[in-house]
């Protein structure tokens, strides 16, 4: 079965930093390009961050761009995000999702971010 | 990165039909075949329904359907049930491997 298991999340202060994790079982991740989305409380969705298949080649929101770093280790099936200079606005659920077609076709259940003093 | 434009509701009665749309620019929708579907129940994670603007992934009922016409996507959900009732979002490729998600429509079953 296909599954990608975020943890990591929690409370940080602002400006502070927090790693999450993605681990993905049921597949090889190798095989797959990668996202990270968040969704602030009672907000929608926003692309954050997209990484390829062997990590040489990332992309990344305005909003994160010089804070977030998006990475993997295939040999260990885990992707990661670096969150660096949280700010308040960074509060969100973060979700892995594996792409296919463009699209996300697996989505982890979330890991929480609050980022508050 | 601006997002994708959706109305914030729609509404149907059990057995109608619903539309949503999802305008975006010629960056986006209307540059690529990658505009893909999503819909989420509260509390949990989004769901993929749509790819490719028109494709549905295996489980996906046929009740579910998309379209595209120039820079606007739409999704429609005939027969509407009651476990339909949700958040939808659209998302589509941006070039230079940046994508970008639409505002999100609640779709309210009557």
């Known amino acids: 079965e296909v599954q990608v298991v975020e943890s990591g999340g929690g409370l940080v202060q602002p400006g502070g930093s927090l790693r999450l994790s993605c681990a993905a079982s049921g597949f090889t991740l190798s095989s797959y390009w990668m996202h990270w989305v968040r969704q602030a409380p009672g907000k929608g969705l926003v692309w954050v961050s997209r990484?390829?298949?062997?990590?040489?080649?990332?992309a990344y929101a305005d909003s994160v761009k010089g804070r977030f770093t998006i990475s993997r280790d295939n040999a260990k099936n885990t992707l990661f995000l670096q969150m660096d200079s949280l700010r308040a606005e960074d509060t969100a659920v973060y979700y892995c999702?594996?792409?296919?077609?463009?699209?996300?076709?697996?989505w982890g259940q979330g890991t929480l971010v609050t980022v508050s003093s | 990165q601006s997002a994708l434009t959706q109305p914030p509701s729609a509404s149907g009665s059990p057995g109608q039909s619903v539309t949503i749309s999802c305008t975006g620019t010629s960056s986006d929708v209307g540059g690529y075949n990658s505009v893909s579907w999503y819909q989420q129940h509260p509390g949990k994670a989004p769901k993929l329904m749509i790819y490719?603007?028109?494709k549905r992934p295996s489980g996906v009922p046929d009740r579910f359907s998309g379209s595209k016409s120039g820079n606007t996507a739409s999704l429609t959900v005939s027969g509407l049930q009651a476990e339909d009732e949700a958040d939808y979002y659209c998302s589509s490729y941006a070039g230079s491997n940046f994508f970008v998600f639409g505002t999100g429509t609640k779709v309210t079953v009557l």
């Open positions: 490719e603007g028109s």
């Open positions: 990484i390829n298949r062997d990590g040489t080649t990332t």
């Open positions: 999702a594996r792409e296919t077609y463009a699209s996300s076709d697996y």
